[in-house]
């Protein structure tokens, strides 16, 4: 093992790891207070799910804008100056959202949070992009998976403990981890924007908007969005109503909600190094049918199943999928980039979380609120269905191309 451990390691370039390092960090204070944020505002602000899931939409409507601003900013200017910011953003909110005692201050500062601290999103993406070469991006994504998901076995666990006594403490802990990752960040990561030609370092920041473009005219690479908002918008019940619907319908303690959410975690760490070994000799759009396939089945369970052991399987089944669609989506989205607009590429890659985000919670919150809660996975399972389709569709006409054949198994 930790001779396997030791070859990885040498596989790729040291700043990739420092890159691990950091995003380990700031991952903990993510997860100590995201997955607990709809349950905080219900609670703090005596509101529904819907009210909460307008909440989550505004932020994340306002996060298309700023990711838009931001991918356009990391191409123009680079990458470390915008994932500075971003994590700067993260701290200042996390000392004030915590402090607001008015629903429509909140409101209007969670907009104002969402618009500034999703600038650096598409910088992040395009670094990882700008380190590895194209053979190693889906394992390189799958190791920031690993890390990620063995922060989300740290942070849940404690922000559900803390959750208990009071929130702001959630809200507290993330702002110190934001500055201490923003500290790491300066210190030891250098720029990696490739070196551009002449013309293109010239042009001006509104001709770099209009680099988006290319993006938009890209009729595979809308395709291939379409196909993962319609995956994500599913997703992404994890993290807004599944911890309403458990609480609301189950009566499940914040804390099993943590423990839920960390079996994710440790199925992705144990597991995710040789998922990512075996998915990357398979066509990538038949691994994204393949991952909402999973999401599919363990989502439909959360209609039918009521006791915590099937909650945790069921939330394996979906891990199963997380494992297989995260890291090829990424690695996906890097293909299709030419590199001089890799970071507008992944910024309007970003769409397939926002659009999901912005519509989810609402949408769900309406249903949780109006209807039977359960139909929520049931809609769930049948844009799954939708999704698979839509990918089975993409391989049909873009799985022959070169660009997307799966990098060759190592031996």
Known sequence: ???????????????????VGTQFIDVIGNTLLFPFFALYVTQKFGVGMTEAGIILGTNSLAGIIGSAIGGAMADRYGRRGIILFGLVVSALSGLTLGFVNQFYLFYGLSAFVGLMGSASHPAHQAMVADL?????RSEGFGILRVVANFAWIIGPTIGGFLASYNYLYLFLSD????????????RLIPETKPQLKEKTESES????????GQAIADRPFLAFIFASILMILVYQQMYSSLSVFLRDVHHVNPRFYGLIMSSSAITVVLFQFSVTRIIKRYSPFLMMATA?????IGFTMYGFVATVPLFILAMIIITIGEMVGMPTSNSLAAAFAPE????????VFGL????????GPGAAGLVMDNYNPRNIWYIGGMLCVVAIIAFLFLQSRLGSREQFQPAKSEG
Not at 206 to 211: A, I, K, N, S
Not at 292 to 296: A, K
């Open 1 to 19: 093992m930790l001779e396997k451990l030791q070859k990885t390691y040498n596989q790729f370039p040291r700043t990739f790891w420092v890159v």
């Open 132 to 136: 590895l070469p194209p053979e190693k």
């Open 175 to 186: 702002a110190v981890i934001s500055t201490i990752t923003a500290l790491l960040v300066f």
């Open 205 to 212: 920041f509104v001709e770099t908007l209009r680099g988006y």
């Open 292 to 296: 909402t396939f999973f999401y599919m």
């Open 340 to 347: 001089d607009k890799r970071a507008r590429y992944m910024a």
């Open 352 to 359: 397939t979380w926002a659009v999901p985000s912005m519509i």
